[in-house]
């Protein structure tokens, strides 16, 4: 029971973090020098199957620590909103992302798509979710010290 109660106070700021921070790698390695948008888009999508199975073992753990350890309403309908971005994302988005990047990888022109402006849009909403969830389990106040 204490080690749910450390992963539900560590995971969701740990996990903010982590999405932030391969937010900004996905867009920095294009200015690298020699980095092809082919390139690039095969090291995305390495770093991004990644992620997406990292924030899957993350979200199972918090699951049972939300659901296990005495939550608020309001903390369980946050990581509840969460788990359902990550499920779209999983089951719906990163096939079509990966099958757009294979496209390119071939050599060929995919058709335009707003796919890219879904995924954009449902990482910054679980951003702001997982920083929600980090504040209202772990509050604002400093601790002790």
Do not use: C
Not at 1 to 8: E, F, G, N, P, T
Not at 51 to 78: G, W
Not at 109 to 134: N, R
Request: glycine share 6%; proline share 6%; charged share 15%.
């Amino acid at each position: 029971m204490k080690l749910l109660i450390i992963a539900k106070r560590l995971l969701p700021p740990m996990w903010f973090g982590i999405v932030a921070a391969i937010a900004a790698e996905s867009w920095l390695k294009f200015q690298a020098p020699g980095i092809t948008r082919e390139l690039g888009l095969g090291i995305g999508k390495i770093i991004f199957t990644t992620l997406n199975r990292t924030e899957i073992v993350l979200a199972i753990v918090l699951a049972a620590a939300i659901f296990v350890v005495r939550s608020s309403k309001a903390q369980r309908i946050v990581f509840v909103m969460i788990a359902v971005i990550l499920a779209v994302q999983t089951t719906w988005l990163f096939p079509r992302l990966v099958a757009r990047i294979d496209v390119i990888a071939s050599g060929q022109t995919p058709p335009d798509s707003v796919l890219h402006f879904f995924y954009i849009a449902m990482e910054a909403a679980k951003l702001v979710l997982l920083l929600a969830l980090s504040i209202l389990i772990n509050g604002l106040e400093p601790g002790p010290g």
